[in-house]
């Protein structure tokens, strides 16, 4: 874990030392590195027969994490809306 920490601030500080130059290509080399990870992802998901296997729980657990932050976020978003309109209403 600390090597990746070491590695994120290494590029964090590479990056504030290459600010003012052109970067045009890095954007497109990333977004490719990224879906190859997302691809060889998939691939090692795909090879565990436990994972697979239990798919269907790791997706009824996932639905039901996915709507809980979904209703958690609508609630508080609306309890601060309420409490706003209170106070800028009285103002």
Do not use: N, P, Q, Y
Not at 18 to 24: E, Q, S, V
Not at 33 to 51: A, Q
């Amino acid at each position: 874990m600390f090597i990746v920490i070491l590695l994120m601030g290494c590029g964090v500080a590479l990056g504030v030392v290459l600010r003012g130059h052109c970067l045009k290509g890095v954007h497109r080399a990333v977004t490719g590195l990224i879906w190859l990870l997302l691809f060889l992802l998939g691939v090692e998901v795909g090879s565990d027969e436990r994972i697979v296997r239990g798919l269907h729980t790791l997706g009824a657990e996932a639905l039901l994490l996915a709507a809980g932050g979904t209703l958690g976020s609508v609630a508080a978003a609306w309890l601060l809306w309420k409490s706003v309109r209170r106070k800028g209403g009285a103002a």
